[in-house]
């Protein structure tokens, strides 16, 4: 089990312009008084992938089992892992519609990076002034950007 003394508060964002194209992610995770800014970018994506792989890339960059908040202003990530994804490993990565789950290897992984942890999924509505939402925004701008 966790202890107290391991909880990371994580802020996620992700996105492209135009969907699908270029672009990028960012994630800043807050231990104590530390903070630690990851980002990315890739040239060909959609706004669903950049927002799953901040994500995956936050939780796979702790080193040891975490109670975890992580923040995404993306309904699809938290309503992904909250509601949806215990039906779709249960249909073999099929939704409701039994079609195969779009991203399912993006779904895959980010269920593995949260299986050490003790994670509470919150939403935040994007571009609403949450200054660590528009903090990782603006970070996820600039790595997508930075594809020139």
């Known amino acids: 089990?966790?202890?107290?003394r391991d909880f990371v508060?994580?802020?996620?964002?992700g996105g492209c312009k135009p969907n699908p194209g270029p672009g990028g992610w960012a994630a800043i995770?807050?231990?104590?008084?530390?903070?630690?800014e990851l980002t990315g970018a890739?040239?060909?994506?959609?706004?669903?992938?950049?927002?799953?792989?901040?994500?995956c890339e936050a939780l796979e960059a702790l080193k040891r089992p975490c109670r975890v908040t992580l923040h995404t202003d993306s309904e699809y990530v938290r309503n992904g892992m909250e509601r949806w994804i215990k039906g779709w490993v249960r249909n073999s990565w099929r939704n409701a519609a039994k079609e195969?789950?779009?991203?399912?290897?993006?779904?895959?992984?980010?269920?593995?990076a949260a299986k050490p942890h003790e994670v509470e999924w919150r939403w935040v509505?994007?571009?609403s002034g949450?200054?660590?939402?528009?903090?990782?925004?603006?970070?996820a701008t600039q790595a997508r950007e930075s594809l020139g």
């Open 42 to 55: 890739d040239r060909a994506t959609t706004n669903n992938r950049m927002e799953l792989t901040a994500a």
């Open 1 to 4: 089990m966790p202890d107290s």
């Open 100 to 112: 195969p789950v779009k991203n399912h290897e993006l779904w895959q992984r980010l269920l593995a």
């Open 130 to 139: 949450h200054p660590m939402n528009e903090r990782a925004d603006v970070l």
């Open 29 to 36: 995770l807050r231990f104590g008084s530390m903070e630690k």
């Open 125 to 127: 509505k994007g571009h």
């Open 9 to 13: 508060e994580i802020y996620t964002d």
